[in-house]
């Protein structure tokens, strides 16, 4: 395969890329054409991205573009003949059309002959009569053979056999044979051979060689020396397409000198060419060619006929019939559009490509120049790319928002007569480009809220519109960040980002806040996110939460204050003003008064609005010196709110008279004050100690109940009783003074340590141990088994106060006994030992034995006392 490229530029908006291919015809079905990709310098990813298509006007597509290898491959059997006939070159014209950005590019493919069709002739066979008295150089004109092969596979040459009575001769122009004549050479005789058999072949020129062939029979007349002669070798005539069928073309004439049957004309075709088959028609007894089928001028300009005449005689004679075909403005402009796509994004720069348009009128001349235009007022542009290519660009900015979609009209015109005129209309939609930020339909807002609201109460709705579309076009709320003496304003409200409703975070107060501002923000959902704040002022409305405050005469619970008015004053004396304030504001701080309680109504009155008291009546000696006023403040909210104030008026003429009436009252208030207040301490006091009182004596209830039980169900390890002087066991010596211990064990023994001895007043129970000197046999079961307990325990040391003296020695606060009890081990013999020391002379002392005696140690797994009882 051949092929050549070259490239030129389309304006600024898209490359016309041209590549030219040669083919031969009946290339298989998947046969690759080129590489177009490669040939056009384009990347294989470009074509997929592109959608890389072809745009052909003919119905049938014979080539097919292979987008993953990027390659054009044989998509339908390619005829050449059947294509173009006998037109030579014969080519395929398509474009390749890429999207995004737009481009298209121009592909020739020339389509090569190869030797696939054999000469034929029209009829098989031909007959003709001839006299045998026909001159040497008679010709007889026959009919030539068609081959739709083109070049050197056309039709060569011919070749008739046999040769002995006649020859072949052809005619031919510009190297094309034009005619076929057969030439007596050897006159007939009738006599020897009245049927002569011939046969034509018709040869073509390609590789392998193919031929056909037609069957020539003659039949032998007598003598007819004249034959047929035209007027003219060449006829020429025009017809206009579209003519009806029977029209005269023209006539064709032709003498013959013989007369009789030998000068009697027949008319006949001979032969024509391959496109005017069935098209015309010759009459046979004049000569008039008539029209015989539709012509089309776009079809064929020119028509070819090879017209016989004949006598009955067997002589002929040809001429040429040339028809040329009149064009007529019968075409209206083809309007194509090459592009599918029919939306573009409103951001789109002018000179954009929109769509491609082919322009075709099959019309020549000036019937087959057109014209475009689109209609007006549109921001797009019609422009001319190359031949019949028109593409459709934008002419200026375009905005979606104005204009959602266009109907675009592409007129084309010719510029025939009358001139034919087609149109389209393209639907081009507008792709919404996020260009526009919500806007508030107001510059600013007020909102209007009652003080003690509900949280969470909706106060209003902002709104803002944006005018761009689907997701650009939705809008957001936000409230942007701020502070309100040093508060986030969000602590306040709150806005609803889809609804952009305002609510209130919190209940208001007017008397601490009367108004605030703050800024919301209304964001689309494009991307980028475009935006607009706008100003929102909230409003608090009073409500009438509070009561009227007395400023004067101010209430004190320590002193009275009274209003002095002489007995000489007059009606209308001014006694004094009550003065109030309410904090709310509006009608809700309008406030009224009113006299509800007094001493003597008939003696003062107060001003409605001003709060004055005066006098309406003439002061006299019967009224009394003190007089007790009760105002109320009302306020005029709804519903209302009131307070009270007390007026102590004193009517006296000198203050010495009113501090003796007042001095009195003043000394009752306060007694009746302090009275109250003692008589609520006594009883507090009273009550407490009650309290206390009960608690002490049932916890002591429960300390003995506790006691007696801890004493019923325990047995205390016992010492045994040693009488009087009775020697101790190890012979230090005797105790002149004996005493008698016992050890006990305190409750709660094994949280506490024996920290002191105490000493017992009272004799050892008679009941406890027998008074027998055989101290073995007077222990009791009872006491061994104490005495067991006692030494289960380890070793321990206590100290203990020292009780015991020698005779005629003073007793020493000092002195200290010990008394150590121990025991082997457990089930080791029962071996018990018992050891009393005596006085400290006879034993070393306690702290060598002990330790530092001013540090009392016990085990902490038993306490122990020894309770003296001195005998």
Not at 340 to 347: F, L
Not at 459 to 482: C, G, H, M, P
Not at 616 to 637: F, H, S
Not at 676 to 700: D, K
Request: include cysteine; proline fraction near 4%.
């Amino acid at each position: 395969l051949g092929f050549s490229c070259s490239f030129l530029s389309l304006h600024h908006i898209s490359v016309l890329g041209q590549v030219s291919y040669t083919i031969p015809e009946e290339m298989a079905k998947g046969s690759v054409v080129g590489n177009i990709a490669q040939d056009l310098g384009l990347d294989v990813k470009r074509l997929k991205s592109g959608k890389a298509r072809i745009f052909t006007r003919d119905s049938i597509e014979y080539v097919e573009l292979n987008r993953e290898r990027g390659v054009l491959v044989i998509k339908d059997r390619i005829d050449r003949e059947a294509i173009c006939g006998k037109t030579t070159p014969c080519a395929l014209h398509f474009q390749i059309i890429l999207e995004n950005p737009m481009e298209f590019y121009s592909i020739n493919i020339e389509i090569t002959d190869v030797n696939d069709n054999a000469p034929f002739f029209q009829k098989t066979d031909v007959k003709f009569k001839i006299s045998e008295s026909a001159v040497i150089g008679a010709k007889f004109i026959l009919d030539m053979a068609k081959d739709p092969d083109v070049g050197t596979n056309g039709l060569k040459t011919y070749v008739l056999k046999p040769t002995d009575n006649f020859a072949l001769k052809l005619n031919s122009q510009d190297g094309n044979i034009k005619s076929i004549e057969m030439v007596l050479e050897k006159p007939l005789d009738r006599e020897q051979h009245e049927h002569l058999s011939l046969v034509l072949t018709a040869v073509d020129g390609g590789e392998p060689q193919m031929s056909g062939t037609m069957q020539i029979l003659i039949s032998v007349l007598d003598a007819n020396d004249n034959a047929p002669v035209f007027t003219q070798s060449v006829y020429k005539a025009s017809i206009k397409e579209g003519a009806p069928l029977g029209t005269i073309v023209t006539t064709v004439t032709a003498t013959d000198a013989d007369d009789g049957g030998n000068g009697k004309i027949t008319y006949s075709v001979s032969s024509m060419s391959g496109n005017t088959l069935g098209q015309f028609e010759v009459n046979e007894e004049n000569g008039d060619a008539t029209l015989n089928g539709n012509i089309d001028y776009e079809k064929a300009q020119t028509f070819e006929i090879n017209i016989r005449a004949s006598d009955e005689g067997g002589l002929v004679d040809s001429c040429t019939l040339i028809v040329d075909v009149i064009d007529v403005n019968d075409n209206t402009p083809d309007i194509h559009i090459m592009s599918k796509s029919n939306v573009i994004s409103e951001d789109a720069k002018p000179n954009t490509v929109v769509t491609m348009i082919n322009i075709e009128d099959a019309d020549s001349g000036e019937n087959g120049k057109v014209k475009c235009s689109i209609n007006d007022d549109i921001p797009f542009a019609l422009k001319s790319t190359s031949n019949n290519f028109f593409s459709l660009v934008t002419d200026s900015d375009l905005d979606r928002e104005k204009e959602s979609g266009y109907n675009i009209s592409v007129t084309c015109s010719d510029d025939g007569v009358p001139s034919l005129s087609s149109s389209v209309t393209i639907a081009l939609q507008i792709l919404d480009v996020n260009d526009n930020a919500p806007v508030f339909l107001k510059k600013s807002y007020e909102g209007y809220i009652v003080e003690n609201n509900v949280q969470g109460v909706s106060i209003f709705t902002l709104n803002a519109k944006d005018a761009d579309w689907n997701q650009n076009a939705r809008v957001s709320y936000i409230l942007e960040d701020s502070s309100l003496n040093g508060v986030p304003v969000s602590s306040y409200v709150s806005v609803s980002a889809d609804s952009g409703i305002i609510h209130a975070v919190r209940s208001f107060d007017y008397e601490q806040i009367k108004d605030f501002q703050f800024r919301v923000k209304a964001q689309d959902g494009g991307s980028p996110a475009l935006s607009s704040n706008v100003s929102v002022k909230i409003l608090i409305q009073d409500q009438n939460d509070n009561a009227p405050q007395v400023l004067y005469p101010v209430q004190t619970g320590g002193s009275l204050v009274a209003e002095m008015v002489p007995r000489s004053a007059d009606v209308g004396y001014l006694v004094t003003k009550v003065v109030a304030v309410d904090v709310d504001s509006g009608q809700n701080a309008w406030l009224s008064y009113k006299l509800q309680k007094a001493t003597d109504r008939a003696l003062f009155e107060v001003g409605l609005q001003n709060g004055e008291i005066r006098t309406i009546r003439q002061v006299t000696d019967k009224d009394a010196v003190k007089q007790r006023l009760t105002v109320i403040v009302e306020d005029n909210g709804q519903p209302s709110r009131s307070a009270t104030v007390i007026v102590n008026v004193a009517v006296a003429d000198s203050f010495p008279e009113v501090l003796s009436e007042f001095t009195d009252f003043t000394h009752d208030k306060e007694y009746n004050d302090n009275l109250t207040f003692y008589l609520v301490l006594a009883l507090a006091v009273v009550s407490f100690l009650f309290i206390t009182c009960l608690v002490v004596i049932i916890s002591v209830k429960i300390y003995r109940w506790r006691q007696s039980r801890i004493l019923y169900h325990s047995n205390l390890p016992v010492i045994p009783y040693y009488p009087p002087r009775y020697s101790d066991t190890l012979g230090t010596g005797t105790l002149q003074h004996v005493y008698n211990y016992e050890v006990c064990r305190t409750t709660d023994s094994r949280k506490s340590d024996c920290n002191q001895l105490t000493e017992c007043a009272r004799p050892f129970s008679q009941s406890t141990l027998n008074r027998d000197h055989d101290v073995p046999q007077t222990m009791s079961r009872s006491t061994t088994h104490s005495m067991d307990l006692i030494t289960e325990v380890r070793p321990h040391r206590c100290l203990h106060k020292n009780v015991g003296r020698r005779d005629g020695e003073p007793a020493k606060g000092g002195g200290w006994e010990g008394v150590v009890a121990e025991r082997g081990e457990a089930g080791g013999g029962g071996e018990e030992r018992h050891a009393v020391a005596g006085s400290a002379s006879t034993i070393p002392s306690a702290a060598s034995v002990f330790g530092d005696a001013r540090e009392p140690f016990c085990s902490a797994s038993l306490s122990l006392c020894l309770l003296l009882e001195r005998k």
